[in-house]
């Protein structure tokens, strides 16, 4: 795919449960033991950035090490267990070696209304190098 190619988007649905919701996420916590049985944000966030990887995992070689390096979310609307949200993703040009952002939503689908945004910051870096600095660091830091 070149940056000529037409936009190409990626859909997955996934059911929300008890165990996605804030409750759940640390137990013996007081988020735990205040938190509204709602989807937690960290699990909205990690669906979101699921299917980004989903849509650009496929084109990027092996030798490439695809990396999050931030990102800016919103949780715009609650989400119950038995509800289901609707992730759409979409992209342009296949990924390269750099920095990228992608856009990811959910859209609660029993209410209609957005449950959240993640613009995904995605660093793609050769995947030897990542590993040759993760090494020096750890070697420094013992």
Do not use: K
């Not at 070149?2 to 008890?18: E, G, K, L, N, Y």
């Not at 033991?33 to 966030?45: C, D, K, N, Q």
């Amino acid at each position: 795919m070149t940056a000529t190619d037409p936009t190409r988007s990626h859909h997955c649905q996934r059911v929300i449960t008890d165990a996605h919701t804030v409750p759940s996420i640390l137990p013996g916590s007081l988020l735990s033991a205040r938190g509204e049985p709602v989807l937690a944000t960290a699990y909205l966030i990690a669906m979101l950035e699921d299917a980004t990887w989903q849509l650009l995992a496929p084109d990027v070689p092996e030798d490439l090490a695809m990396l999050g390096r931030g990102g800016r979310y919103e949780h715009t609307s609650p989400t119950l267990p038995g509800q289901q949200v609707r992730i759409e993703v979409e992209r342009g040009a296949v990924p390269n070696i750099g920095r990228q952002t992608w856009t990811a939503r959910a859209i609660n689908v029993d209410t209609g209304q957005q449950a959240g945004v993640l613009h995904h910051e995605l660093a793609t870096v050769p995947r030897d190098r990542f590993y040759r600095r993760l090494h020096r660091w750890q070697h420094h830091h013992r």
